[in-house]
């Protein structure tokens, strides 16, 4: 059984710091892709940034310079590092893995809340 638990959200002042953290249990890490999205209120699950098992990383351009994926595979841990926050990075950040083959099945976090304070 696999399963994906987000820590770390919070409420922070705009300009501020957080460190998401997913840790994964079961017959997934080392070798899946994974990554992060997050919901807004009245919006789409929207995706933040992406890493795939051999480190490789993608960012939408609203995070780009500003969050930092990565991964632990010692760890079975993922973290996605956020810097100079914004009002509206405000939403339910959630961390996904993908398993391997075609198509991929994804496994999800149960999310955990961001809040941006201006």
């Known amino acids: 059984q696999v399963q994906l638990v987000e820590s770390g959200g919070g409420l922070v002042q705009a300009g501020g710091s957080l460190r998401l953290a997913c840790a994964a249990s079961g017959s997934i890490f080392s070798s899946n892709a994974m990554g992060w999205y997050r919901q807004a209120p009245g919006k789409q699950r929207e995706l933040v940034a992406t890493i795939t098992s051999g480190g490789s990383t993608n960012y939408r351009d609203f995070v780009k310079g500003r969050f930092t994926i990565s991964r632990d595979n010692a760890k079975s841990t993922m973290y996605l590092q956020m810097n100079s926050l914004k009002p509206e990075d405000t939403a339910v950040y959630y961390c996904?893995?993908?398993?391997?083959?075609?198509?991929?099945?994804?496994?999800w976090g149960q999310g955990t809340q961001v809040t941006v304070s201006s």
């Open positions: 996904y893995a993908a398993s391997q083959g075609y198509p991929p099945y994804i496994y």
